[in-house]
């Protein structure tokens, strides 16, 4: 959860439509100037604001303390079941997150959108050449029935956001800016005089969607005295709310490798086991079933975002006692996500996620080879054997690192809960020439998230490097995404599980470090991609056909989207898992004739597809 707070101090513009009056529009100069009489600058050092919150769902308080001189600010929130803090020291940005450990933001926007926060919090638009801010004339805008002048803002080391000022009380109104794969927009009203400067009262934050709309209102404005660099800095915190059996150093237990995803069993308040998706692109979480059938009651209705243009409700849980292998994790607040929803995607049951905050407490060692995860104490971990190291860095609950593909360096989240190999965000495949010859190549569906299905141009390129490990030719997805994860220009792609499954990936959060050993068992299903040209899903009878690639096999063969598969080859479609036909339908030999029985209407019929390799 992302809570984006307005600045203290707020500027404004001038008050007509120049364009009817067939007169001058004012320079960026002329609005912060006129920004700044109306505001009424204060020589005061620090500032703490109190707000009353109320949204998605849940009430409570959030307090910040802001540097007034450099923007350096630290937010406490305590909403609902969950308590997070953020904060920026001019250099880092930081998190305290639900589950209490912190940890240093410095992959994906975060730097920036902090960088920009920090700019509006000590109204840098104020100082000499814009306080080394980019500022031009966006334009008038307006908003039921009243004027604004837009400017667009580039910070220093940030990313352009919109300000848009009340064209006749020259206070800031809107600040519209890119965060990630979202747009948030702050809406900024009933100012007020607090201690000889306008502060805006209401602070209204949207992402798109009314329903998760969240509203500050100020309760408390006091001034400060100038605060040590302390106030602002990444907490030291002593995580004791996990342990291992016996005082163990490590706890080693099974997984199961099923679509490149990693399945493992656990226990949850003591019932169990259940098989829960271990994902480094997700959060700790329970299905809405199995929190009913732990009696759990939830708070809350937030957005959640992925992959896919769509989204999910997210609400809040706590869980008293997570338990993997010999390992226990305590009173933990858990989202709760209808994950169960995408059964029927993966062909295997999905009660809930084991995420970033159990990783966050440990050294995870993922054996791809062994098909075995081992938990380690932090301070019992040692490197020798490990790998080789590279280096990564979060963008909220998720870990990226450097690699290159193709000669292009770039910065790529590494995701567990990825089946594909490489996917190459839509922003990064347009901004480099090379992709230019796949753009004719045919659309499929490639994947699904909590947003829905992902389509991509799919190739067999040139190679991956990461660390000092070498990956030649791995299938590519070139997503065509114009929402969602995928097209996030704050990042190159994603590694999944098709690329790590070759290594023993063991992962030290806390000294933000992945390690990359070579498994030495020979690797089974690699980078091998559909010869069919259909997705298809569970059903009840069998499994449904939801897209089919024009110009395939599947499609000359005359399937389509929303035929019922009900036998493949004469077996019933409900007697063998998706999972392994998805399988047969990437491994099986060129030229093999698959033969399908399909529902269609009120008709059955028998539909052969002789495979063929797409890429």
Known sequence: MRITFAAIAITALASVSYSTLAIAAPSAADVITANKAATGATAKPAVRIEYAYSGQGMTGKVTSIDDLRTGNFVDDAKIGPAGEVQGFDGTHAWTKDTSGSVTLQDGG??????????????????????????IVFAGEKTDNGNAYDALTVTPKDGEAFEAWFDAKSHLLYRVIEVQGPQTSTTTLSDYRDAGGVKIPYKTLVSVGDAQYDQTMTVTNVSFLPPQPASAFAAPKVVLNDYSIAAGAKETTFPFKLINNHIFADVKVNGKGPYQFIFDTGGVNLVTPPLAKELGLNAEGHMQGNGAGSGHMDVQLTKIASLQLGDATVK?????????????????????????????????????????????????????????????????????????????????????????????????????????????????????????????SHVIRGHNLVIGDQTVAAPVVLLSTATKGADADTTQSGNIGGGVLKRFVVTLDYEHNKMYLKPVTQPVSDLDSFDRSGVWINQSATGYSVVDVTKGTPADQAGLKAGDEIVSVDGKPATATPLYETRARLRNDAPGTVVKFTVKRGGETKDVSVTLRDLI
Request: aromatic share 12%; no cysteine; hydrophobic share 40%.
């Open 109 to 134: 926007a975060a730097h920036q959108v902090s960088v920009n926060e920090a700019y509006r919090r000590s109204n840098g638009w104020w100082q000499p050449n814009f306080g080394g801010a980019t």
């Open 331 to 455: 009173d933990q607040v858990f989202a709760q996500i209808p994950l169960d929803s995408m059964g029927n995607i993966e062909g295997v049951g999905m009660p809930g996620m084991v995420g970033f905050e159990t990783f966050r407490r440990f050294v995870t060692r993922i054996d791809y080879g062994a098909h075995t995860i081992t938990l380690i104490k932090p301070d019992a971990f040692n490197p020798k054997d490990a790998g080789a190291a590279v280096p990564i860095s979060f963008n909220g609950n998720t870990i990226e690192a450097p690699a290159t593909y193709d000669g292009v360096p770039g910065t790529f989240t590494i995701d567990t809960g990825n089946r594909s190999s490489i996917i190459l965000n839509s922003p990064f495949v347009a901004a480099h020439a090379q992709f230019a010859k796949y753009s004719a190549a045919p659309e499929a569906t490639t994947g699904w998230g909590i947003g829905g299905p992902t389509k």
